[in-house]
């Protein structure tokens, strides 16, 4: 079946504007992640969301990142008045419930870059 | 609250021969797992292999396995017969349930190469 998908693919962006990322998961996954994913580092934890409910935010750097599941589905993360330091690759994952030992299946990510 | 650290930031091998990639993690989680995650260049993450920390035998899969040690904190995975496809940036993760949600903490990665 399909798999993860995000995007766009790449994303150019001036510093203040405005970016809207869009992640498609695997069809009746209930949990989804967002990742920020620094050049040559491991992604760190940006926001949960179980179903429609966004249930752990806490790794969202600013009040200018804001993400939403309405339908339980399909997820945006909005990046308000973008920064140069918001420049990164940025996973989404979704898994078949919630749960630690649950396997993450990542999206290609979308790559940002503000100049 | 978990941190995860990988102290080799590149790591080489030659087809066919076994590399291990070292891992160390610390975490208050009582109930917790830990991954390694493989990511070729330009795509996806993909999982390797799983450990649940309540299981002290080691995860095998194929020519992937791991040294589990819980005392140390050490997960450390061992690459037997290594290919050319082998070659990516691996990265080990923690993750815990409750109101951890199964979120990942991920180490700084490690930069495999594989020689032909």
């Known amino acids: 079946g399909a798999g993860v998908s995000q995007s766009p693919r790449y994303k150019v962006a001036k510093r203040g504007q405005d970016v809207a990322l869009r992640c498609d998961p695997i069809?009746?996954?209930?949990?989804l992640f967002w990742y920020q994913q620094a050049l040559g580092q491991g992604p760190e934890f940006l926001t949960y969301?179980?179903?429609?409910?966004?249930?752990?935010k806490s790794g969202l750097p600013s009040d200018r990142f804001f993400a939403e599941r309405p339908e339980g589905s399909v997820s945006t993360l909005k990046i308000q008045r973008t920064q140069q330091e918001d420049s990164a690759v940025y996973l989404c994952?979704?898994?078949?419930?919630?749960?630690?030992?649950?396997?993450?299946?990542f999206g290609p990510g979308t790559r940002l870059l503000v100049l | 609250a978990q941190t995860v650290t990988q102290s080799q930031p590149e790591m080489s091998v030659q087809e066919a021969e076994t590399v291990t990639l070292s891992c160390t993690y610390d975490?208050?989680?009582?109930?917790?797992?830990l991954f390694w995650y493989k990511q070729p260049p330009s795509r996806q993450m993909i999982l390797v292999i799983r450990?649940?920390?309540?299981?002290?035998q080691n995860a095998t899969e194929n020519r992937f396995s791991v040294n589990f040690q819980k005392a140390a904190k050490s997960f450390s995975l061992k690459i037997s017969d290594s290919q050319l496809g082998d070659a990516a940036m691996y990265f080990c993760?923690?993750?815990?349930?409750?109101?951890?949600?199964?979120?990942?903490?991920f180490g700084q990665g490690t930069i495999l190469t594989v020689h032909p």
């Open positions: 993760a923690c993750s815990a349930g409750g109101t951890s949600y199964g979120k990942l903490t």
């Open positions: 975490t208050s989680e009582s109930d917790y797992y």
């Open positions: 450990q649940e920390a309540y299981k002290q």
């Open positions: 069809s009746g996954h209930v949990s």
């Open positions: 969301f179980q179903n429609e409910a966004q249930l752990d």
């Open positions: 994952a979704s898994s078949p419930r919630q749960g630690g030992r649950e396997t993450q299946y």
